[in-house]
């Protein structure tokens, strides 16, 4: 039996072992919804850019300070803190086997957002939101295998899920498909250095967490 972690997965070892298929040039409006942003939220977003620019001036940012200075507080700002969504971190993935393979996939996935009071198939958690970060010197597509093997297992239990690969300036929106293959779509890659940009950036945001709360106040 091979046992592969998901951090050493290359996007040619992704689609071989999961079956996943690839489609670019995804858009965001027939998904979602998006919204104009409030003044406040504007200012919020001015400033979760100032400080990471800040921080981008004096070198690269390492993973964990990308999570503090911009994903943390871009899911503060559209919503994913509140009831009925939960976030979890670090949270260790059940093993996929691949049995043509006899291989063995694990990992731990960096920030999941599900919603508590929607259930998946048997009763698991429904997932809102995976998402995967890398430090500034890295490009978010380095992420994309990872992200994939997480989202692959809540493919079992649900029909499709949001997913975001982020260095803190550049961000990476996968919409992922349950399928035989299943597919994923590549999504406009959004900057949050750049104005227009960061707000669509936020509206997404919002716009995949509105969903949930759409969804649960319908059950």
Same mark, same amino acid.
């Given at each position: 039996?091979?046992?592969?972690?998901?951090?050493?997965?290359?996007?040619?070892?992704?689609?071989?072992?999961?079956?996943?298929?690839?489609?670019?040039?995804?858009?965001?409006?027939?998904?979602?919804?998006?919204?104009?942003?409030?003044?406040?939220?504007?200012?919020?977003?001015?400033?979760?850019?100032?400080?990471?620019?800040?921080?981008?001036?004096?070198?690269?940012?390492?993973?964990?300070?990308?999570?503090?200075?911009?994903?943390?507080?871009? *899911?503060?700002?559209?919503?994913?803190?509140?009831?009925?969504?939960?976030?979890?971190?670090?949270?260790?993935? !059940?093993?996929? !086997?691949?049995?043509?393979?006899?291989?063995?996939?694990?990992?731990?996935?960096?920030?999941?957002?599900?919603?508590?009071?929607?259930?998946?198939? %048997?009763?698991?958690?429904?997932?809102?939101?995976?998402? !995967?970060?890398?430090?500034? %010197?890295?490009?978010?597509?380095?992420?994309?295998? @990872?992200?994939?093997?997480?989202?692959?297992?809540?493919?079992?239990? @649900?029909?499709?899920?949001?997913?975001?690969?982020?260095?803190?300036?550049?961000?990476?929106?996968?919409?992922?498909?349950?399928?035989?293959?299943?597919?994923?779509? *590549?999504?406009?890659?959004?900057?949050?250095?750049?104005?227009?940009?960061?707000?669509?950036?936020?509206?997404?945001?919002?716009?995949?967490?509105?969903? @949930?709360?759409?969804?649960?106040?319908?059950?």
């Amino acid at each position: 039996m091979t046992i592969l972690n998901t951090k050493n997965l290359s996007l040619g070892d992704v689609h071989r072992l999961l079956g996943f298929q690839m489609y670019w040039d995804g858009s965001f409006t027939p998904l979602l919804s998006l919204e104009l942003l409030t003044e406040f939220e504007r200012q919020e977003l001015n400033q979760i850019r100032d400080d990471f620019r800040n921080y981008l001036s004096e070198g690269k940012v390492y993973e964990g300070l990308v999570k503090a200075l911009t994903v943390f507080p871009l *899911m503060r700002l559209a919503g994913f803190y509140r009831y009925p969504i939960k976030i979890a971190l670090e949270e260790e993935i !059940e093993n996929i !086997e691949i049995e043509d393979e006899e291989t063995r996939i694990t990992g731990r996935l960096d920030i999941l957002a599900v919603n508590k009071t929607q259930a998946a198939s %048997g009763n698991s958690k429904f997932w809102v939101l995976v998402i !995967e970060s890398k430090n500034s %010197g890295v490009a978010p597509s380095v992420g994309l295998p @990872q992200l994939l093997t997480y989202a692959y297992q809540s493919l079992e239990r @649900q029909p499709s899920i949001w997913g975001l690969v982020t260095n803190g300036e550049l961000h990476q929106f996968v919409y992922i498909e349950r399928g035989n293959p299943p597919i994923y779509q *590549m999504m406009p890659l959004l900057n949050l250095m750049e104005f227009e940009s960061a707000i669509q950036l936020l509206q997404v945001l919002k716009a995949i967490c509105k969903l @949930q709360f759409v969804k649960s106040t319908n059950l």
